[in-house]
């Protein structure tokens, strides 16, 4: 069963965004290649049209000021059809060439390029009865109607606008000589794509919007879907907490393994504990474990269990504990302090060291 368009509240992301392109599904609008391609056609005709005609004028004349020197034999003929060939190629080559890159760039100003056979694949949706209907008076079909209705009218209206003021002149074209004709028909034609192509760029731009909006709303998400692809993506968050506690619970092993190496355990009994280490020769000394409440518990009972002397200093605990991480040396602003500390740790131990020999 198809889940209901309702849900769908959430807007895609770009990973669904993305699989939609390599599909060949974009949002695309006709009347921008159209646009493009009689903005080309325009501008070829206004760049172009002398040379065009020019091109094919004269190869036509010679062949007419030169008919009774053809050679009318099968490679004669053959001859003649690529010479005419050529010429017309030369003559329009470029014109359509232009045209041509109008067309793709129609396409590549909406949307990056897609390789995609998704579209080639048959689908049953294609030739399914409900679907042919709903595209025959959906959302899509109201808009193109609309949109086809709004552009008869506004190309009417251009037509008559650009058009009426030379309807006289129209007119007395059944007395002009038919040389001088041509540049007239050229000029007006010019006048009356321009405006035709300003009209179709509003269109187009309106049309583009609109397909945009709705390839965009068709490509919603539910929110089932979002956790979904989070997962997918960025994995189970139930299973990255796992990963987590199990690291953490790695690093604490890790920290509890250190405490014996400590030279002292500096404690605010009933919540911090801080195990130092220090050496000869070491600039300061080292936070090799830290804990809190129960994790400080622990820490003192190892201390105990390898004779390393406890602390209670609750100021100094709580300072060294906020700003201290482990395997890093403590800082500057508590060398004093710590350093009567490691000295009387040392003074004791070879107090005791010195009534055992």
């Not at 030169?66 to 034999?73: F, G, L, V």
């Not at 041509?100 to 579209?119: D, K, T, Y």
């Not at 679907?131 to 808009?143: E, H, I």
């Not at 007395?175 to 034609?189: A, C, H, K, Y």
Request: glycine content about 6%; charged content about 20%.
């Amino acid at each position: 069963m198809a889940e209901d368009t309702d849900d769908k509240t959430e807007d895609p992301t770009q990973k669904r965004l993305d699989e939609a392109h390599d599909k060949g599904d974009v949002a695309k609008s006709q009347e921008v290649n159209t646009w493009f391609v009689l903005a080309g056609a325009t501008l070829v005709l206004s760049t172009f049209s002398g040379s065009i005609g020019s091109g094919i004028m004269m190869p036509l004349r010679n062949l007419i000021a030169n008919s009774w020197m053809i050679r009318t034999d099968g490679p004669g003929l053959l001859t003649l059809a690529q010479s005419l060939g050529y010429a017309l190629i030369a003559a329009i080559g470029v014109p359509f060439l232009m045209l041509a890159l109008a067309a793709a760039a129609g396409n590549m100003i909406q949307h990056r390029l897609v390789w995609s056979a998704e579209n080639l694949i048959p689908k049953l949706s294609k030739i399914s009865p409900a679907a042919g209907l709903k595209r025959l008076f959906g959302k899509q079909a109201a808009a193109n109607f609309l949109k086809g209705l709004f552009k008869l009218i506004a190309l009417g209206v251009v037509i008559v606008a650009v058009l009426w003021p030379d309807r006289f002149r129209m007119e007395a074209f059944m007395r002009v000589d038919p040389s001088e004709l041509l540049s007239s028909i050229t000029s007006m034609t010019l006048h009356l794509l321009a405006a035709v192509v300003a009209v179709l760029a509003l269109v187009a731009i309106a049309d583009y919007f609109f397909q945009y909006r709705t390839w965009y709303e068709r490509h919603k998400m539910s929110l089932q879907e979002v956790k979904e692809e989070f997962k997918q993506s960025e994995g189970d968050p139930h299973i990255k907490g796992k990963i987590k506690q199990m690291r953490a619970q790695r690093a604490r092993k890790r920290m509890m393994a250190q405490v014996p190496k400590a030279s002292v355990i500096i404690t605010n009994p009933t919540h911090y504990s801080v195990a130092l280490a220090y050496e000869r020769g070491m600039t300061a000394p080292v936070c090799v474990a830290k804990g809190a409440d129960n994790l400080a518990f622990r820490i003192r009972e190892i201390a105990a269990e390898h004779d390393i002397p406890l602390v209670e200093n609750v100021p100094l605990a709580r300072a060294l504990y906020a700003t201290v991480e482990i395997d890093q040396e403590i800082p500057v602003e508590h060398y004093h302090a710590v350093a009567e500390i490691i000295g009387y740790v040392m003074r004791l131990k070879r107090g005791l060291s010195g009534r055992r020999s």
